[in-house]
Antibody
Framework: QITLKESGPTLVKPTQTLTLTCTFS??????????VGWIRQPPGKALEWLAL???????RYSPSLKSRLTITKDTSKNQVVLTMTNMDPVDTATYYC?????????????WGQGTLVTVSS | DIQMTQSPSSVSASVGDRVTITCRAS??????LAWYQQKPGKAPKLLIY???SLQSGVPSRFSGSGSGTDFTLTISSLQPEDFATYYC??????????FGQGTRLEIK
């Protein structure tokens, strides 16, 4: 059974760096074709893809946020970490991590419960 | 950038109704389209992938069709648990993965 869970701060100040951790079970990020992605959703708004990382350490970022994002993985810990620099109130959102079953098809078949991050001074 | 436009943005329907939601891509995306269902306070759930393939465990009243730029999600007979927001997602224009703006399905 695949499960994912996001963790990190619920409140960050403007200009700070956000670090979110996705801890997963039921699959390995060393398995060929597998990936993990991050998606966010501002309150009452649509979903926005942020970044993904594959089993082979291939990393992809949303072009509009690329300069602020870094995604890494720790296969031994079954974790994926997303950092976002220079946080702004418009970055207030629920952040989800999700499992990608097989590259190169990008679809998210298992999702974490999400974590709400509020950006405010 | 490929834009995904869903219509309608909201729809009211009754239990037992047949409902169709449309997603249009600004450029052709072959069959690189997925549909998700999201209930309030919950994570999205994958329903359909590759435009028409039903995800394991999803009821057969859900179906998807289309290719190129025009896609549809159809619920053949609405059940109470189907009232939610639905999103389409394209993954043809890598590195940009985009979602539609969502369609809210409400009880009439």
């Amino acid at each position: 059974q695949i499960t994912l869970k996001e963790s990190g701060p619920t409140l960050v100040k403007p200009t700070q760096t956000l670090t979110l951790t996705c801890t997963f079970s039921g699959f390995s990020l060393s398995t060929s074709g597998v990936g993990v992605g991050w998606i966010r959703q501002p309150p009452g708004k649509a979903l926005e893809w942020l970044a993904l990382i594959y089993w082979n350490d291939d990393k992809r970022y949303s072009p509009s946020l690329k300069s602020r994002l870094t995604i890494t993985k720790d296969t031994s810990k079954n974790q994926v970490v997303l950092t976002m620099t220079n946080m702004d109130p418009v970055d207030t959102a629920t952040y989800y991590c999700a499992h990608i079953p097989r590259a190169p098809t990008i679809l998210f078949d298992y999702w974490g419960q999400g974590t709400l991050v509020t950006v405010s001074s | 950038d490929i834009q995904m436009t869903q219509s309608p943005s909201s729809v009211s329907a009754s239990v037992g109704d047949r409902v169709t939601i449309t997603c249009r891509a600004s450029q052709g995306i072959s069959s690189w389209l997925a549909w998700y269902q999201q209930k309030p306070g919950k994570a999205p759930k994958l329903l359909i992938y590759a435009a028409s393939s039903l995800q394991s465990g999803v009821p057969s009243r859900f179906s998807g069709s289309g290719s190129g730029t025009d896609f549809t999600l159809t619920i053949s007979s609405l059940q109470p648990e189907d009232f939610a927001t639905y999103y389409c997602q394209q993954a043809n224009s890598f590195p940009l993965i985009t979602f539609g703006q969502g369609t809210r399905l409400e009880i009439k």
